[in-house]
């Protein structure tokens, strides 16, 4: 499958007021599509910042980030959002729900932005994503109303109902008990295998990075390796007792 | 598809109303807080601007129907403006006259828009009323006449003679009560205050000597007490009163809610005089009269009470201490008459009928309607109620221009009121006069005067002299060419010339009459005076020919004031007459300035509060942005647009805005709906002026309507742009940050 995601010799820079400080001094990454990619570091190794370049959150200083063929770089704002809107699904690690709205509005929230579908079409996909993510029973619920493990299900389900080609999960258990966490990694593991859609997610779990097709590793914004990870030395946890 | 698209727009226009809403109620306190001073904004701007258009709306009627028109024209060569409803000073204000109103009238009336104009004069004049004594003593001057002139019947003879003692009972009675004024001058006053002369006037005008020799002499002690007593019992006062000269009849037309309310109007063509109802009473009545009508009113109309309101408290308290006006009317028989009813009527044995009095008027709510009833029953046909009765000749002094003193001789046809502004002091406050007789003492040359002057001049030989031949014209040296100009016998005029007396009469220009020439005295002057004026008809119009200071014009179409007024000005440029229009607000004065100044109070409130609430909505929707960061950049994220974000802030400031606005207006509305059916009384006579009536009834302006939902809008939309800006630059990266 062709590559989804090419990142070439990325470099990005912060200012801090005078003080440019360096998150990733260049990395070069392919993603194929229907992966399910492991980001692994320790703090400030720059796995968010590499998530926010694929993303197309924000754009390199230097290096090109190609998304579905396309230049980051080149794109204007609007165009970034679309492709966000289009291409793109987000897992955040704290949900990133609006509190305001329902389960269900939640989820429909990205195809009221797309504007293609109508009302019915709309409520048939969302009924569906939320009886694959087994919470269909709290639609109408409140995000307040419900566990961390189910807020998470319904940031997935969210985050796949446009049906993206890419769904990037920034730390998606760290907010999450390890019986929920593995859970999730299980729902979202699923849903690459039946959907084919590709993951890419950061943590700094070992137990977490074990699901993965592959783990990439950085160390202070460089690339160090990528394994699988059979040879990182982690074992996906089978459902332990 | 396009179908699909439309819906799917309303559906995401449905999500960000969705979001907006149930931010607003998840925050409700700071909504409540925000949408309450909208709602009391958009309600000051409903209930607040209909209060203040229906008072416009009436005052403007009140003005406009009583005496000012829609636009007042006058000469712009005036040094003063025109201010028709008086000016804080009593002195009239330097107009420059127009000098030919049937001009004035014909330029006037090219204009489209004018419907009626009406020539005016305003000013105002001393008017000396009756004075009790002087009446009686005039009463008993006529029956001494009738009685020296002889040739009556017995039983005519005996009536004069009962009429006679009951004159002098009364004249006695006054002098009585001189006396007790006397000594209570002297109980508070110190001795040399009180002029001696004067004290032993009346202590004669008391004694029973004085009375006892009165038939000896009744003239001369009728002249006595003329002299000595009357100016002493100065109950009647002179009376400033203000006054429109007009062309009554189409004045009558064009303010058609004036209405004669007792008499009648002046015929047409007649000269006359009209009393302001409201004048009539408040100075003309009998001041107990009107002191008891004045808590009636107060009582009946606006249920206030004696127990309650100072106002009735006080005019009870005068009434109680001013008796003396009552008793001065009083002869022999009515005091006895007075003592026997009131006695009666108080349960009391008093026969002092001061006191009996005092002790009637001295009323409390329980009391009053049955002494009301009581006075006007058994009292008030005893009592003259008026000191100026319709039907009466007045006669009115002034100060011309020039400071001559003018006088002229009216007949008092009537009294008149504008239909709605009976209790108001502002539009009661002019009295209305012919054209004729005000250009007369405002110190015109009217068509009359000269004629008089040339008759007398004719009559007397007279001419004018001018100051070359002045010498030889006094002292008879006839040298120059002027003398031919001396007519001896004239072709018509006055019958008596001045030949017989030898001499030439230097032109006499006042009117007045010279006691060298009895004939004249009895003849022409008298008569032109007498008769021709007060008599006269002048045909319909020639009032209109001659001098007027200003006038009112009438619209057809009252909304184009402005244009009107400068089609006025254009017409007179055009016809060569110096006119300059001003509009009824700027005629009336501070009067008309009032709306104006309330209405400026009002923007300024309403201003203060938008601004307060643009403040606050603004503050409110920051701390809203900033705590919704994350949400915010969650919503981009996910690839909401900038203006997605945009149109969810403005439509939660619009919400707000526009439910708390509009509950506010609706609020508002069913306020003024409500206080129109029942009405804002007025509080006072003033008020009665500024709402047209005893009673505001305000309405609903759909204007208002309009002007509070622009309000609301404009204030929600600016109290967004900040916050909303805010949100912009709000990035997706701000969703990822873990700072929580």
Excluded at chain 1, 20 to 29: C, D, F, Y
């Amino acid at each position: 499958m062709a590559a989804i995601v090419s990142v070439k010799d990325a470099v990005k820079n912060y200012t801090l007021g005078k003080v440019v400080v360096p998150a990733l001094r260049g990395i070069s990454l392919e993603v194929r599509g229907g992966e399910f990619l492991s980001i692994a570091g320790p703090s400030g190794s720059g796995k968010t910042t590499l998530l926010n370049l694929i993303g197309c959150v924000d754009t390199p200083t230097s290096g090109t980030v190609e998304v579905a063929g396309k230049d980051t770089r080149q794109l204007s704002e609007r165009a970034l959002t679309d492709l966000r809107l289009h291409t793109i699904g987000f897992i955040f690690q704290s949900f990133n729900l609006v509190s305001v709205l329902s389960v269900l509005q939640n989820i429909e929230l990205p195809l009221l932005l797309q504007r293609e579908l109508g009302t019915a079409d709309r409520r048939k996909r969302v009924m569906t994503l939320l009886e694959r993510v087994g919470i269909r029973e709290y639609a109408s619920h409140r995000p307040s109303e419900l566990s961390g493990g189910q807020r998470q299900r319904v940031a997935i389900a969210r985050a796949l109902v446009a049906r993206p080609q890419l769904v990037l999960a920034d730390e998606p258990t760290a907010n999450l008990d390890s019986v929920t966490g593995q859970n999730i990694l299980d729902l979202m593991k699923e849903l690459n295998r039946t959907e084919g859609t590709t993951f890419i997610f950061s943590t700094h779990d070992q137990k977490v990075m074990a699901n993965a097709s592959s783990i990439v590793r950085l160390a202070d914004g460089k690339f160090v390796d990528r394994i699988s990870p059979r040879d990182a030395g982690v074992h996906p946890a089978s459902a332990p007792a | 598809m396009a179908q699909r698209r439309l819906s799917a727009w309303i559906d995401t226009f449905g999500v960000v109303a969705q979001i907006a809403f149930r931010n607003l109620f998840a925050s409700r306190l700071k909504t409540i807080i925000v949408g309450g001073i909208i709602f009391f904004g958009a309600l000051l701007v409903v209930a607040g601007n209909s209060l203040l258009d229906s008072l416009d709306a009436s005052m403007s009627r009140s003005v406009i129907g009583s005496v000012a028109g829609h636009i007042q024209v006058y000469s712009d060569k005036s040094k003063d403006g025109l201010e028709v409803m008086g000016s804080m000073t009593m002195g009239d204000q330097d107009l420059t006259p127009l000098d030919d109103f049937a001009k004035v009238r014909q330029t006037l009336m090219t204009v489209p828009n004018v419907k009626a104009v009406v020539p005016m004069g305003i000013s105002g004049a001393l008017v000396t009323s009756g004075n009790t004594i002087d009446l009686a003593l005039g009463k008993l001057r006529d029956a001494y006449r009738k009685r020296l002139a002889g040739g009556l019947s017995a039983p005519e003879s005996a009536m004069l003679d009962r009429q006679i003692e009951a004159e002098k009972g009364h004249v006695r009675q006054i002098v009585v009560l001189l006396q007790g004024d006397l000594k209570n001058l002297k109980a508070v006053a110190d001795a040399r205050a009180i002029s001696a002369d004067d004290a032993e006037a009346v202590n004669r005008a008391a004694s029973e000597a004085f009375w006892a020799g009165f038939d000896k002499d009744p003239l001369g002690s009728l002249e006595f007490l003329e002299n000595r007593i009357a100016t002493q019992a100065a109950d009647a006062d002179l009376l400033f009163i203000r006054y429109v000269g007009t062309d009554l009849d189409s004045f009558g037309k064009a303010f058609d809610r004036m209405q004669i309310v007792d008499g009648t109007a002046v015929p047409a063509g007649k000269r006359g005089f009209l009393f302001s109802k409201f004048v009539y009473e408040d100075q003309l009545k009998l001041k107990s009269a009107h002191r008891l009508d004045q808590i009636k009113d107060s009582r009946d109309g606006r249920g206030s009470l004696i127990a309650k309101d100072l106002d009735l408290q006080r005019l009870v308290r005068e009434n109680v201490a001013q008796v003396r006006e009552v008793m001065l009317q009083l002869d022999a028989l009515k005091t006895a008459d007075f003592r026997a009813k009131l006695q009666k009527e108080l349960g009391s044995t008093n026969a002092d009928v001061g006191a009996l009095l005092a002790s009637f008027f001295d009323t409390d709510d329980q009391s009053f309607d049955r002494r009301y009833a009581f006075f006007y029953r058994e009292l008030a046909p005893a009592l003259e109620l008026y000191r100026i009765r319709i039907g009466d000749t007045l006669t009115i002094k002034a100060f011309t221009r020039s400071g001559y003193v003018q006088s002229v001789n009216l007949h008092v046809y009537g009294t008149f009121q504008f239909q709605g502004l009976e209790k108001s002091t502002l539009a009661g406050a002019l009295n209305l006069m012919d054209l004729v007789s005000f250009r007369e003492l405002y110190g015109f040359m009217t068509a009359d005067k000269l004629r008089e002057i040339e008759q007398l001049q004719k009559a007397a030989g007279a001419h004018e002299v001018s100051r070359e031949n002045a010498e030889a014209e006094l002292f008879g040296t006839k040298q120059t060419k002027d003398d031919t100009e001396v007519k001896p016998a004239d072709k018509g005029g006055a019958k008596a010339g001045a030949q017989p007396h030898g001499k030439h009469v230097v032109a006499d220009a006042t009117p007045g009459v010279s006691p060298e020439i009895p004939e004249l005295a009895a003849g022409l002057g008298q008569r032109l005076r007498r008769e021709d004026l007060v008599d006269r008809v002048y045909a319909p119009g020639e009032t209109q020919r001659g001098v007027v200071l200003n006038a009112a014009v009438i619209l057809k179409d009252p909304k184009l004031i402005p244009q009107t007024m400068k089609a006025i000005e254009d017409a007179g440029k055009r016809d060569g007459l110096p006119l300059k229009a001003i509009s009824w607000q700027k005629a009336s004065g501070i009067i008309g300035q009032f709306i104006m100044l309330a209405r400026i109070v009002l923007y300024v409130a309403i201003l203060i509060i938008f601004v307060i609430a643009l403040v606050i909505i603004n503050n409110a929707l920051v701390m809203a942005t900033l705590e919704r960061v994350k949400e915010i950049g969650t919503l981009r994220a996910i690839g909401a647009q900038r203006r997605f974000i945009l149109a969810m802030l403005v439509i939660e400031a619009m919400v707000v805005g526009l439910i708390f606005g509009a509950i506010g207006a609706g609020v508002g509305a069913v306020l003024v709906a409500i206080v129109g059916k029942i009405g804002v009384p007025a509080k006072s006579d003033i008020w009665f002026f500024f709402f047209s009536g005893p009673r505001l009834h305000p309405f609903l302006g759909t204007t208002n309507l309009i002007v509070a939902f622009v309000a609301v809008l404009l204030v929600s939309a600016f109290s967004s742009f900040y916050p909303a800006w805010l949100a912009m630059r709000v990035t997706p990266r701000q969703a990822m940050s873990e700072e929580e």
